[in-house]
Every structure is written in C-alpha cells, then in structure tokens.
C-alpha cells in the first residue's frame, strides 16, 4: 500500500521504518522539508497541514492516511475521514482536555475533579489551570495553591482553561493500546513513566506490574478505544495511587511512552499501528524483557556519547538538524534481567 503520513517527525519516522519491511511506500507531508521522515519517504510533500491542495495530492497518491500528531486541521481530516483509520472523533477529543475528562467521566472512568475556568472560578485548592487546547510537555499550564497563586497567574484572556484537581499520585503509567478494523484490541506492557520538568524523561517496563492495576487501565482504555472507533495505536496516561486508577488523557497516535516496544516487546506500537490501518490483523504483544526507554533532549549530547561506549543498548537519533535545549532528539532502550543492573546501566548512560 501507498501509506501517506502527515507530519514529518519521529513518530511518522518510526512509522514508516515499521512500514516498509512489510512492503508499504510512505508519502510524507510536513511544512519542513528536512524533517526527520523526509529523507524516509518516498515522496515528501513539503507544504503546511492545511494546505487543501497539498493534502488532496497527498490523497490522490495514498491509499491510506495516518497522522502523527495533532496539530492537523480536524476539518481537512473530517474531508478524507474514508481514508483516516483513526478518524476525527478521537482526534477531536484529545484536542480539548475538557472534552477529554467529560468523555472519561461519561464512560465511567474516574477522573480528577475538573471544571472550565470561568471568570476565574476556583471550585477546589490546589489545583492545575491548563490551556483545554494547545500546550504539551507542561506548556500552558499553571499550578496553584490558593488564591494568591491565582492573582499572579498570566492567563491569556483569549484562551480557554480546565481546572484540575492537584493528585498526589504515586506514580504515571500509560496504556498503549491497539484496535484492527476487525475489531481486534491488544494493550502492550504498561510503562511506568518519569518525568523532569514536565517532559517525559524515562519509561520502565517489568514483568511485575501490578496485576490488578493493569487490568483496571486496560478495561478503561478498551472502552476508551471502542467508545472513539478508533482503528490505529493509541496511548492512554493515567495517574495511580496505591491500587486506583485516575484517567489523565490520550494521545491518538503512537506515544513516546510505548517507545521501548520496539526492541523490548515481539512487535512494537508501530508496526501493530501499520498493521490495523492497512486491514491487517494486529499481534499480541509479548515483553521480552525489561526494557527501560531514555529520551535525549537537545542538552543530552553527553548520554550519546556515553550510549556509544555501553553494550547492549540501542541507540535511537531521529535526525534533527538542530539540537535545542528540551527537543525531543532521540531515545536510547536498554533490556536487562535485573532491575537493578537496569538501574546503573541508566546512572552509567546520564552521568556528566
């Protein structure tokens, strides 16, 4: 098949590297004609993510369409939805993180406490004030611990905001989850994310997760996924604390957190996400190990020089052309027996 891809990042690059061992053409389109999947591709369109004649090319050379992040214009995706697998719906949802938390609510699934932001109403202390749209890696975002906090806040008056509840959880894990067009659901092992200054930083895989905990997060993700008509790989963040499960959003597409899977687990979040949206059925997933997945950010150009010097990793560089303090530029995967041969290998790769 012609897979065209919008968006020219690591995520369409990892696509299209799963893509093509099982005989698939990639056309890209990115407004950055040296983005990382460009030199990939078969054909890259340079052009920006509503240009309704570059996207109508994109269509006539594709037989298939995925996107890669969500910053696509929903109304270009709802005119050639036919041949979108993941659709507008999810993409709609997970654009507005209010409209993300009523979903949730609506299916069940427990959430924070939230509320819209309205003439600067606080219901609860402490909390978080996000921007429903636009924002990520902690963008957008202001925490506040009491009314004070809120006078000094810099909101924009042309924005809208949610209001959550502040959890004190004891940690993050994500669900990446897969559904084929023939309505087949797998969930990969959980990751248990780290973050440092609101970017993921680490995501660790064992084969002890909590039992109870994971099959609470893959029930709610499996209605989550069913409730959207999803077909693709998605992932799910949620916070848990002690054995409860809180819904914290989703990203409609294949997800940092789900990283490791390609050399930790017997297929990764890419090629089952290829495998449903060409009317493929998906593969369950296996770990093979423990897997702990390191991001490099533009300031981290000692973990590849560090990476290069340690066996048995697998280093990840996304072909950026320029290194910017906190841009995601790669990630390096490591898989051990041992929790804690996991653990210095890490302090071994991050060191100065």
């Not at 004070?148 to 004891?170: C, G, M, P, Q, R």
């Amino acid at each position: 098949m012609n897979i065209g891809i919008i968006g020219g990042g690591q995520l369409g690059l990892m696509m299209a590297q799963a893509a093509k061992p099982l005989h698939h053409k990639i056309i890209s389109l990115d407004p950055n004609p040296r983005c990382p999947l460009a030199s990939f591709s078969d054909l890259h369109i340079t052009a920006s993510y509503n240009d309704l004649e570059k996207i109508e090319y994109l269509v006539s050379k594709s037989d298939v369409i995925t996107y890669e992040f969500e910053n696509v214009d929903l109304d270009l995706i709802s005119k050639f939805e036919k041949l979108i697998p993941q659709g507008r719906r999810a993409l709609e949802i997970s654009k507005n993180r209010l409209l993300e938390k009523e979903m949730a609510e609506k299916l069940g699934i427990k959430t924070a406490k939230f509320h819209k932001l309205s003439d600067e109403n606080i219901e609860f202390y402490p909390c978080i004030i996000k921007t429903t749209t636009g924002g990520y890696d902690g963008k957008g975002q202001f925490v506040i611990s009491n009314k004070e906090d809120l006078k000094s806040a810099d909101f924009d008056i042309n924005k809208e905001y949610i209001v959550e509840e502040y959890i004190s959880f004891d940690y993050e894990a994500s669900v990446i989850i897969t559904r084929d067009s023939f309505g087949k659901i797998e969930c990969f092992p959980t990751p248990i994310n780290n973050h440092k200054n609101n970017i993921l930083n680490t995501s660790l895989v064992t084969k002890d997760f909590p039992m109870i905990v994971k099959k609470k997060m893959e029930e709610y993700s499996k209605k989550i996924i069913e409730n959207l008509d999803y077909i693709g790989t998605m992932a799910i963040e949620y916070f848990i604390t002690n054995e409860d499960v809180i819904f914290n959003e989703l990203a409609p597409r294949p997800h940092n957190s789900g990283h490791y899977s390609i050399e930790g687990c017997s297929v990764s979040q890419f090629e089952n996400h290829i495998l449903a949206i060409t009317n493929e059925v998906i593969k369950k997933p296996v770990l093979l190990n423990n897997t702990l997945m390191l991001n490099i950010l533009g300031q981290d150009n000692t973990y590849i020089e560090n990476a290069k010097k340690t066996n048995n990793i697998y280093l990840h560089m996304y072909g950026k052309d320029e290194f910017i303090t906190n841009r995601k530029m790669g990630h390096i995967t490591f898989l051990r027996n041992d929790l804690e041969d996991i653990n210095q290998t890490l302090i071994h790769i991050t060191k100065e």
